[in-house]
């Protein structure tokens, strides 16, 4: 028997990820795969050239720590056309090695053991951790249980001395809410006269559907003073195990970010940062067009879905879309999701990990339908028959 001590766990609430446990399902049971959140489609065929390109040219050694000129550049120009501003790329931009670096490295840029940082549920599981491995207090909010929209009452309710951060996440994962101008508008005056600082979470920034504007915390001089937001290439490009992404904050809290960003990756990978920057430069059509090309992917999936006996929740930005499954089975969501993989070989992801503690009675499931016609085709053909 060993005489080494087990250590002392910093996560003691965390195990082994849903989407891990999933997945795992999925390739034991030979499933159709709608859980977890990636693309079964072809990345753009200019940014594997020039990825292949940057490669033959040398472009294999560390980049610079905030991410390449040209890159950061790029970023900037974009940023100016998406939402009228364009921030320094010397001193406003940092390529990370995915969201979820980034969302890590602001968190432990801001957060002091004690602090206080409020999350909205349902959300992401990386944001918890990464709270709690600085030593900070995660305050959990709910969305309302069915449209997911900010509650105001209850947030201002959960606002203390102590309170140090504020997440938001829009277009939303796991639920594809969107956050409105009134909705940033009044975000925008409470914290108005506060140190609170924001991180918003805008991975899925260019899939917002039916017309509507994604409402960026850029587009608000009051937020982006105090705002980490944050972006992601895998999600633009359908390249999610590229791992790249970025953060454009104002120089005070981009200082503080790179020091974390420094110890933690340093850098990230140098030949995706060429191809990134052309892409962003000659190929703008690509984010500009995003959403309608997964529009038309959402409204065939729920037409799809009006086949079966779930009851599909709106969809307004993102690549997920929620069901209920009430009509089909009483048992908890982990439970079904359980079942379905298993009985019936389609793997959904259940809502509860996405709460501190979710809405008594809830019986939702999300599906990914960033996926080929074949892909969801198939998972109709077996979810028709529940």
Request: hydrophobic letters at 40%.
């Amino acid at each position: 028997m060993s005489r080494v001590p087990a250590p002392i766990t910093r996560l003691p609430k965390v195990g082994t990820t849903i989407f891990t446990v999933m997945s795992q399902l999925a390739m034991e049971h030979q499933t159709v795969n709608l859980g977890q959140g990636f693309p079964d489609f072809d990345v753009p065929e200019r940014l594997i050239n020039e990825l292949d390109k940057a490669m033959r040219t040398g472009q294999n050694q560390y980049a610079p720590m905030p991410g390449t000129p040209a890159l950061r550049d790029a970023i900037a120009d974009k940023t100016l056309a998406c939402y009228g501003v364009r921030p320094d790329p010397a001193t406003e931009i940092t390529v990370c090695s995915g969201a979820s670096e980034a969302i890590f490295n602001a968190v432990a840029a801001v957060v002091h053991p004690g602090d206080e940082v409020i999350v909205l549920d349902p959300c992401y599981d990386c944001y918890e951790p990464a709270i709690d491995l600085v030593g900070g207090v995660a305050v959990h909010v709910g969305l309302d249980p069915e449209t997911f929209a900010p509650d105001w009452d209850a947030i201002r309710a959960a606002i203390t001395p102590k309170t140090r951060l504020l997440m938001i996440n829009s277009p939303h994962n796991p639920s594809g809410a969107i956050w409105s101008a009134q909705d940033m508008a009044t975000l925008d005056a409470l914290l108005a006269d506060t140190g609170i600082y924001l991180l918003s979470d805008e991975v899925y920034e260019h899939i917002v559907f039916d017309d509507a504007r994604h409402e960026s915390a850029l587009r608000y001089p009051g937020l982006r003073e105090r705002a980490f937001v944050i972006s992601s290439f895998g999600k633009t490009y359908h390249c999610t195990g590229w791992k790249l992404g970025y953060v454009v904050a104002p120089p005070m809290l981009t200082a503080e970010l790179r020091k974390v960003h420094q110890y933690n990756t340093f850098c990230t990978f140098a030949p995706a940062q060429a191809a990134f920057a052309a892409m962003i430069r000659d190929e703008p059509e690509h984010y500009q067009e995003l959403g309608a090309f997964y529009q038309k992917r959402r409204d065939a999936f729920r037409e799809q879905l009006g086949r079966t006996r779930f009851r599909a929740l709106p969809v307004p930005g993102g690549y997920f879309q929620l069901v209920d499954y009430s009509a089909i089975s009483d048992m908890n969501d982990v439970e079904f999701s359980r079942w379905l993989t298993i009985d019936k070989g389609v793997t959904a992801i259940p809502l509860s990990p996405f709460y501190a503690q979710a809405p008594q009675g809830q019986r939702l499931v999300r599906l990914c339908f960033a996926k080929s016609d074949a892909t969801l085709a198939a998972a109709i053909e077996r979810l028709e028959a529940l």
